[in-house]
């Protein structure tokens, strides 16, 4: 059997979740099922042999890595969010207004940040990732050394978000890259290259960031679609994930960061898997977490930011002096 064949069978078996064995407790704790596809396929570790547990077992003393804490070079430790309440659309031909969260010291430390586009979800607002707490969430990370400095936008997706409309047309995604990443570049410090600009999204903003991403890899490097909504009728094959995960041939040589996550009884999930399955089959590396609890909503996503911040920033530096000047032009 081939590797991928093997790799294949494998992530089609029946969603299993591990129980936890401690003795001691007397309720199993239930973890999320985790499906890492790498561009090298090997057994899965599900097949390995369980070691023989010993009286005394030795503690590895040797993380990943060692948390750093992030340089502030100034007395903030805040950052802080900028609305823009009033930002026309011609593509659109409404209001789409964004907010902008700048991290600790961006006036002083004259440095080009990476950043992270966050879609909301359908009937939700510009507001939904503050809700959720993603402000709060990169400040800890960042006080801890386990994430770096960045730019945060949260744009507001109106009523052609919700559209299913799509290039050559009026569409969100021509909003996206035509409109908000231009003035986004024009304004604010950022690094501009596909390896510091991430777009991710829940639901429907989630469906947006992948449609747009997998069109456009060599401008967005990382995409995560949290509980994303994919539908085999509400885009056509250029612009649908699902269609795309199947047929793209640039797919293979994109060398594109993807992430997913749903929570087990979440709908969304189906279609999820088979996004997944289509791109396993092809050998193209992407990560999917099924959550064993949660729902679609709120609850679910703000129990999870953390982990969403931790993949969109994993390449990116934690101290701000490494990063690129905004005096030069960005690398």
């Not at 890492?36 to 005394?56: D, K």
């Not at 982990?307 to 000047?325: H, I």
Request: proline residues 11%; aromatic residues 10%.
């Amino acid at each position: 059997m081939k590797p991928t064949q093997r790799l294949l069978l494998t992530l089609l078996l029946p969603v299993a979740f591990l129980m936890a064995c401690d003795p001691l407790a007397p309720i199993p704790t239930l973890t999320p099922q985790t499906i890492i596809v790498t561009s090298e396929a090997s057994p899965t570790p599900l097949a390995s042999p369980t070691p023989v547990p010993t009286s005394t077992p030795v503690p590895t003393d040797t993380p990943e890595f060692t948390p750093t804490p992030t340089d502030i070079p100034c007395g903030e430790d805040t950052g802080q969010i900028l609305p823009f309440d009033d930002f026309r659309s011609q593509v659109a031909g409404e209001n789409l207004r964004y907010r902008v969260y700048i991290p600790p010291c961006y006036l002083q430390t004259q440095k080009r940040y990476p950043y992270i586009i966050l879609l909301h979800g359908l009937q939700e607002t510009e507001l939904q990732w503050d809700e959720l707490g993603v402000d709060e969430a990169l400040e800890q990370g960042m006080r801890l050394g386990v994430l770096g400095p960045m730019i945060i936008v949260m744009p507001y997706m109106g009523r052609i978000g919700p559209e299913n409309s799509f290039p050559p047309d009026a569409s969100y995604e021509t909003h996206i890259m035509d409109e908000l990443v231009p003035a986004i570049e024009r304004d604010f410090c950022t690094w501009n290259d596909r390896e510091h600009r991430a777009i991710g999204g829940i639901s429907r903003g989630g469906f947006w960031a992948y449609s747009i991403a997998l069109r456009h890899p060599d401008v967005f490097g990382i995409v995560g679609g949290h509980s994303a909504s994919f539908y085999e009728d509400n885009a056509p094959p250029t612009s649908n994930p699902l269609e795309l995960a199947l047929n793209a041939s640039f797919l293979n040589r994109a060398n594109l960061r993807m992430y997913l996550d749903n929570a087990a009884s979440d709908p969304a999930g189906t279609n999820l898997e088979l996004f997944s399955s289509r791109l396993s089959s092809r050998g193209i590396p992407h990560t999917y977490l099924i959550h064993p609890t949660g729902d679609h909503n709120d609850e679910y996503w703000a129990s999870h930011v953390a982990e969403y911040l931790s993949f969109y920033g994993e390449n990116w530096t934690r101290r701000t002096a490494e990063l690129p000047s905004c005096l030069e032009p960005s690398p």
